[in-house]
T-cell receptor
C-alpha cells in the first residue's frame, strides 16, 4: 500500500529564515512519482515539482529546493529566505502506476514578518 | 485555456438531499479523479477514471457515485447527503500513467460543500 507521511503539522518561522518541510513515503512499486503542491489561503492547489523514482538529483528552483533520497524514502522541501507569501499548506504526494495518488496530511507553514 | 473546471464553488445541502458536483477538463486527459480534503487528513481519493466508460473506487468511495460518459466530464454525485460529507472537494485530471512523462496532475479550484 502507498502512504505519505508529513510529520510536521504546522511550522512557524520569521521572514528570511530557511525552512525544511519533511516528507516520507512508502511504496512497494519501483516506479513512482513524487510531487509537492502548495495550497495558499485562497484554496487552490498549485503544482510545485514532480520527481520520478529514477531521478535522485536534487533540484533548485529559485528559493525552493528539493532533496530526494530513495535510501530513506524521503522527499524534503526547503524554502530559503522565506517570505510572507510562502505562507500556505504544503502537500507531498506519491503517484504509482495504478493511477492511485496518495497525499500527506499537509504542513501548514506560517511566515511572520 | 480553462484547464480543470469545477462547479459549484460553494454549496449548502440539507441532510438527505442529493446533488452533483460537475467537473470538466479541456486537456484531453484520460485520467480524472475526485478527492475530498478534510482538516488534518490531506486529500483522499474518492473515485477515479482512466477513460470514458471506466471508473474505479479510491480510498473513500462510500456515499458517492461517478460516471464517465465523455473524456471531458467526470461528475460526482452525492446520493443522500450526510453531515460527514461536509468537506472541500477537488477534481483532478492528467494523462494516463506512463513511465516517461506527463504524470503531473492538474487540480480544479475546489468545491466547498456543507451538509446541515
Amino acid at each position: 500500500a502507498q502512504k505519505v507521511t508529513q510529520a510536521q503539522t504546522e511550522i512557524s518561522v520569521v521572514e528570511k529564515e530557511d525552512v525544511t518541510l519533511d516528507c516520507v513515503y512508502e511504496t512497494r512499486d519501483t516506479t513512482y512519482y513524487l510531487f509537492w503542491y502548495k495550497q495558499p489561503p485562497s484554496g487552490e492547489l498549485v503544482f510545485l515539482i514532480r520527481r520520478n523514482s529514477f531521478d535522485e538529483q536534487n533540484e533548485i528552483s529559485g528559493r525552493y529546493s528539493w532533496n530526494f533520497q530513495k535510501s530513506t524514502s524521503s522527499f524534503n522541501f526547503t524554502i530559503t529566505a522565506s517570505q510572507v507569501v510562502d505562507s500556505a499548506v504544503y502537500f507531498c504526494a506519491l503517484r504509482t502506476n495504478n493511477n492511485d495518488m496518495r497525499f500527506g496530511a499537509g504542513t501548514r507553514l506560517t511566515v511572520k514578518p | 485555456n480553462a484547464g480543470v473546471t469545477q462547479t459549484p464553488k460553494f454549496q449548502v445541502l440539507k441532510t438527505g438531499q442529493s446533488m452533483t458536483l460537475q467537473c470538466a477538463q479541456d486537456m484531453n486527459h484520460e485520467y480524472m479523479s475526485w478527492y475530498r480534503q478534510d482538516p488534518g487528513m490531506g486529500l483522499r481519493l474518492i473515485h477515479y477514471s482512466v477513460g470514458a466508460g471506466i471508473t474505479d473506487q479510491g480510498e473513500v468511495p462510500n456515499g458517492y457515485n461517478v460516471s464517465r460518459s465523455t473524456t471531458e466530464d467526470f461528475p460526482l454525485r452525492l446520493l443522500s447527503a450526510a453531515p460527514s460529507q461536509t468537506s472541500v472537494y477537488f477534481c483532478a485530471s492528467s494523462y494516463r500513467w506512463t513511465e516517461n512523462q506527463r504524470n503531473t496532475i492538474y487540480f480544479g479550484e475546489g468545491s466547498w460543500l456543507t451538509v446541515v
